[in-house]
């Protein structure tokens, strides 16, 4: 039996988080999504359960207590999670930060769309890559 696939989404707005969940399922529904709040909250989930094996992670860049930059560089220092794909999203892209997150290990930089279609479309994409991936 193949392993649970998980989606953690680091998010600090509700709406984004639902709006990201409801896709996620349109898209597949195999794949169940949990959430943090914030960084902070999502490194003590990550650091309290050894068992959370995260098939991929989506980070919010600008989020209170921490930002998306330091979450990444956080999880990135959590030995289990060294292959977990991580991305960063938020609704505009600094070619600066895009350069930046890469560096330190995200697998991408994504504009968070402004439509629903968007969404779906861009996990589509991302699930069709880390399935090929894994295959």
């Given at each position: 039996?193949?392993?649970?696939?998980?989606?953690?989404?680091?998010?600090?707005?509700?709406?984004?988080?639902?709006?990201?969940?409801?896709?996620?399922?349109?898209?597949?529904?195999?794949?169940?999504?949990?959430?943090?709040?914030?960084?902070?909250?999502?490194?003590?989930?990550?650091?309290?359960?050894?068992?959370?094996?995260?098939?991929?992670?989506?980070?919010d860049?600008?989020?209170?207590?921490?930002?998306?930059?330091?979450?990444?560089?956080e999880?990135?220092?959590?030995?289990?999670?060294?292959?977990?794909?991580?991305?960063?999203?938020?609704?505009?892209?600094?070619?600066?930060?895009?350069?930046?997150?890469?560096?330190?290990?995200?697998?991408?930089?994504?504009?968070?769309?402004?439509?629903?279609?968007?969404?779906?479309?861009i996990?589509?994409?991302?699930?069709?890559?880390?399935?090929?991936?894994?295959?």
């Amino acid at each position: 039996m193949k392993p649970a696939r998980i989606c953690f989404l680091i998010e600090n707005d509700e709406d984004d988080r639902e709006i990201f969940t409801l896709a996620l399922e349109e898209v597949d529904s195999s794949i169940s999504s949990i959430y943090a709040e914030n960084g902070v909250k999502a490194l003590e989930m990550l650091h309290n359960n050894p068992d959370l094996q995260p098939y991929f992670i989506f980070i919010d860049m600008n989020m209170p207590l921490m930002n998306g930059v330091q979450c990444l560089q956080e999880i990135k220092k959590i030995d289990r999670l060294a292959n977990v794909p991580v991305y960063i999203y938020s609704t505009v892209a600094d070619p600066k930060y895009v350069a930046e997150v890469k560096k330190l290990g995200a697998v991408d930089f994504v504009l968070n769309p402004s439509r629903y279609k968007g969404l779906i479309d861009i996990l589509t994409n991302l699930l069709n890559e880390l399935n090929s991936f894994h295959e």
